[in-house]
């Protein structure tokens, strides 16, 4: 058996709603359909929507069910840049921070090349916080033509969260309504969808210990969001195509579960972070750690490292092979590790960059993890030392 470090790619399914999956899995009916079978499947989807806003601290009648968190990301950003536009055309800069998901980043590049928008890259500081301060000077010059602000709750490679608080203030003085992705806070951090003033928050089930290919749009009531897929006008229009009915109660009860868990889960994880860290700088010295020091302002369950004269992907394999699962946190173009986008906002060289290492705890992690780990990083950084940075060719094979 593996040591699995990679719960923020994806966590194991929490028992709670491998149950509801399987029994919702067994049971026929389209919520759509108007007979017995089609309203017992409605009344599962509507009860997993209340559930999920009593978690999430929205109204069920705010709930948009997506098929993950790309689709909601995409939906928020795409929905919210012509709904507002529409209403006025001089509004046509999409703000989002560097640091990104590049659900975000990609369906904004997008609507700039093919839909008359214009994006704005909002700088972070070196531990990966927005800087609140160019957002204030951004909206001060332009808020006149901002159509949407998109800034995530927490980053997903470096763990930082976000002054959120500070964001929603500054975009409402301008009439711009605010998008955060919460993919990786929810279940790490206390996420309430009322009392952040947000107007649209995504979240993802797989992320939870739900299903992959489940999510949701929070969008605030009354907010005009023009729809990316359309058909048989689902979700009040917004999201059309037949619910997934086993995985939405399977992701509600995901939901519910993590979220009813935080307040012992969160210290319990934060802990083993905080020795995970220490211990990898024991026996590796010049591991440098990214992402903000102070554990308060990072996730619970996230510690990020490079390790310098190290390719991140050679590293990566040599502690597969050693039986330890963990990430370099970014994406590979076409097989072809790319430096992170995060890691270079924050202000690293792409050398540096390059030596990235992600490691993320989960609700089936244990000190044993920790401890497997540490007895094997000194020889993979060893190895990928000896290769050095040429060792990304060899990665590039995969
Ligand atoms: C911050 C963030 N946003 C969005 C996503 C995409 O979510 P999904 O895998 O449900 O499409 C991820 C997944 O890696 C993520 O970490």
């Not at 491998?18 to 899995?25: G, K, P, R, Y």
């Not at 509600?252 to 993590?258: D, H, I, L, S």
Request: charged content about 20%.
């Amino acid at each position: 058996m593996s040591v699995y470090l990679d719960h923020a790619a994806t966590t194991p399914m929490l028992p709670e709603a491998v149950s509801a999956f399987t029994e919702a899995l067994v049971r026929t009916g389209n919520p759509s359909s108007l007979h017995t079978s089609g309203r017992a499947a409605r009344r599962t989807v509507e009860e997993a929507r209340e559930r999920l806003a009593g978690a999430l601290g929205a109204r069920p009648s705010e709930v948009v069910l997506t098929a993950g968190g790309t689709e909601a990301d995409n939906l928020a950003v795409k929905g919210l840049f012509w709904a507002r536009r529409a209403q006025e055309p001089a509004r046509r800069r999409i703000l989002v921070s560097a640091v990104e998901h590049h659900a975000v980043l990609d369906p904004a590049f997008w609507m700039a090349e093919h839909a008359g928008a214009e994006i704005v890259l909002l700088p972070v500081d070196s531990d990966g916080v927005l800087r609140v301060d160019a957002l204030a000077e951004e909206l001060e010059a332009h808020g006149d033509a901002a159509a949407l602000l998109s800034v995530m709750w927490a980053n997903n490679e470096v763990g930082a969260l976000q002054p959120l608080a500070e964001v929603v203030a500054l975009a409402r003085r301008h009439g711009v309504p605010v998008h955060a992705d919460a993919v990786q806070a929810v279940g790490q951090a206390p996420v309430d969808f009322a009392a952040s003033g947000l107007d649209a928050l995504t979240v993802s089930g797989h992320k939870v210990g739900g299903p992959m290919g489940v999510g949701a749009l929070l969008a605030r009531r009354g907010l005009d969001l023009t729809p990316v897929l359309h058909g048989g006008g689902q979700e009040r229009g917004v999201r059309s195509g037949t619910l997934d009915t086993p995985s939405v109660a399977a992701f509600a009860v995901a939901v519910e579960t993590a979220v009813g868990a935080l307040p012992a889960t969160a210290p319990r994880i934060a802990a083993l972070r905080d020795r995970l860290i220490a211990d990898v700088r024991r026996v590796v010295p010049d591991a440098v750690l990214r992402g903000p020091a102070d554990p308060a302002l990072r996730l619970p369950a996230n510690a990020h490292f490079t390790f310098p004269g190290c390719e991140g992907d050679s590293l990566l394999y040599l502690l597969d092979s050693a039986g330890v699962e963990c990430s370099t946190g970014s994406a590979c173009q076409a097989g072809v590790p790319q430096p992170s986008h995060v890691l270079l906002a924050m202000g690293a060289g792409e050398d540096e960059a390059r030596g990235a290492l992600r490691f993320t705890l989960g609700h089936t992690s244990t000190p044993a993890d920790v401890e497997a780990l540490i007895a094997v990083l000194p020889g993979a950084v060893e190895r990928a030392h000896a290769a050095g940075l040429s060792g990304r060719h060899r990665a590039g094979a995969r």
